[in-house]
């Protein structure tokens, strides 16, 4: 069960990076909730009094376990006292500990660097374990291991993602948009990032930063991100005007599609897609320009121009089945694979075994018919010869 946190004195910013780390690191261990439903509350200090403002926390929510977290180290007895830029994992700790009311000290710093080195020493000891323990495995376990699992991800929803939800949906659906309508389309994210996307260009200009990409890939767009479509004006022109040149980037359209998609599958696949019907990829991707995934340049070999279905891939390939679902939401938002249902969408694989076997029928014709004219020549020779003699 998540625990619900509850967010007091926190500007929206804050609090959407919250957010993101709950979803993206906890896993959703933590969920952000009103503050009289919360098991803990993480009171935001800034320039405030920390005595004076956990005094008005107590008294408009008497009884609340909380957290002060504060740009400058502070000490309260009985509260955890956090400083920004804070520990990921100490700050999971600390929420954990208070919503099952256990008021805890602050560990002094060699108790917390002792602690650090034990579990980096642990987990070092797991790693090298775990590496051992993989040499030792046999090819012919892996390729069971393997085939055992297709079947077992194939029927787990939660193999299904909707793009939709996401950036990558967005964007795809304002690029359909932008190329019908002839008219440019600004996408807007929080207050001061964009996407300007231009009728038939093939790029986007866009300053959205690498970190931010990667957390817009992991969240629902229209719950936890501010976002709006916005028509191509003088206010949006403002805006990118008004960004430092070094954040605007020019992106091609294919390989942002591509980039995101990536980060947004995850070894999932477009809600929708069956994993046993025929699709083909209809050309080689530029692996070198695109992010990567792995067995990648494996899959484009084997799928190019040869209908499979994605469980079919994974198991000739014997790889996980999770690198083909990424390989195939990445290649499809960018319309490179395609369905394999009709004649014609079976290339021409079928036509040319045809035209071999037509090629060899009228070349066993041509010989055929050679062989008689030698054979007529041959009866007809002695006759020759014998008139010559004569």
């Not at 400058?72 to 400083?83: L, N, S």
């Not at 892996?142 to 939660?158: A, E, F, W, Y």
């Not at 091609?252 to 980060?263: C, E």
């Not at 019907?277 to 692996?287: A, C, G, I, K, S």
Request: glycine residues 4%; contains cysteine; hydrophobic residues 40%.
């Amino acid at each position: 069960m998540s625990i619900k946190v509850g967010l007091y004195q926190m500007d929206e910013r804050s609090a959407g990076r919250l957010r993101i780390v709950f979803k993206m690191v906890y896993k959703d261990q933590c969920v952000i909730s009103e503050i009289a439903d919360a098991d803990s509350v993480i009171i935001n200090v800034d320039q405030n009094n920390p005595n004076q403002l956990l005094a008005e926390f107590k008294q408009a929510y008497p009884g609340k376990p909380a957290i002060i977290l504060s740009d400058k180290p502070i000490t309260i007895e009985g509260i955890k006292c956090m400083t920004r830029p804070f520990k990921l994992p100490e700050l999971l700790e600390a929420l954990k500990h208070t919503a099952n009311n256990k008021l805890f000290a602050v560990h002094s710093a060699s108790t917390i660097d002792s602690t650090r080195q034990t579990a980096d020493l642990l987990l070092k000891k797991t790693s090298m374990q775990n590496n051992n323990n993989s040499a030792k495995a046999s090819q012919q376990s892996l390729i069971d291991n393997v085939k055992n699992s297709h079947q077992t991800v194939i029927d787990n929803k939660d193999i299904y993602y909707q793009p939709g939800n996401f950036l990558q949906g967005k964007v795809t659906a304002a690029i359909a948009k932008a190329n019908s309508s002839n008219k440019s389309i600004f996408l807007r994210c929080w207050s001061h990032r964009w996407i300007v996307i231009s009728p038939s260009s093939g790029c986007l200009v866009e300053n959205i930063k690498e970190r931010q990409l990667i957390s817009l890939g992991l969240i629902n767009i229209d719950s936890d991100v501010v976002f709006r479509e916005e028509p191509f004006t003088e206010e949006q022109m403002l805006a990118m005007s008004e960004t430092p040149t070094k954040e605007v980037k020019v992106t091609s359209i294919q390989k942002f599609i591509w980039n995101i998609a990536v980060r947004t599958a995850r070894g999932r696949i477009p809600e929708g897609t069956s994993v046993n019907d025929l699709y083909v990829l209809e050309r080689w991707p530029n692996l070198t320009r695109l992010m990567k995934i792995k067995n990648a340049m494996r899959i484009s070999a084997f799928w190019l121009n040869q209908p499979q279905s994605i469980h079919d891939i994974a198991s000739k390939l014997v790889i996980p089945i999770e690198d083909v679902y990424t390989y195939f939401s990445a290649a499809s938002a960018i319309g490179l694979i395609k369905e394999a249902k009709r004649r014609e969408d079976n290339l021409l694989k079928p036509d040319v075994a045809k035209a071999r076997q037509d090629k060899k029928g009228l070349f066993s014709a041509i010989l055929k018919k050679l062989g008689s004219l030698s054979h007529t020549f041959d009866e007809q020779a002695p006759d020759n010869q014998e008139d010559r003699g004569q």
